[in-house]
């Protein structure tokens, strides 16, 4: 089993930034893409940001493009979601994923390992 832990996430002001990290425990010895998702109440869950194993490869969401970076430290089996120039509609409760692949997943059914989520709220 593989369990994930996100933490990092709060209250900011539009324009300002966070750092979201999800530390992955468990089974440590496969290659698991990492996807970073986020839902607002009454809406379906939304591609953030996705990262491959080896961190080669990496797709983002066109509405964070620009804004969003996403890392991962492997030897701290951590993967980080820096967010700067927040805006009010990215609030939204964040959470990380798992999945044993070489690819870069970016639809919810793809992932098989989730974390509980941190919410992140931007404030106009």
């Known amino acids: 089993q593989v369990q994930l832990v996100e933490s990092g996430g709060g209250l900011v002001q539009a324009g300002g930034s966070l750092r979201l990290s999800c530390a992955r425990s468990g089974r440590t010895f496969t290659r698991y893409a990492m996807g970073w998702f986020r839902q607002t109440p009454g809406k379906e869950r939304e591609f953030v940001a996705a990262?491959?194993?080896?961190?080669?490869?990496?797709a983002f969401a066109d509405s964070v493009k620009g804004r969003f970076t996403i890392s991962r430290d492997n030897t701290k089996n951590t993967v980080y979601l820096q967010m700067d120039s927040l805006k009010p509609e990215d609030t939204a409760v964040y959470s990380c994923?798992?999945?044993?692949?070489?690819?870069?997943?970016?639809?919810?059914?793809?992932?098989?390992?989730w974390g509980q989520g941190t919410q992140v709220t931007v404030s106009s």
């Open positions: 994923a798992a999945k044993e692949t070489l690819a870069v997943p970016t639809t919810p059914w793809d992932y098989k390992y």
């Open positions: 990262i491959s194993w080896s961190g080669g490869s990496t």
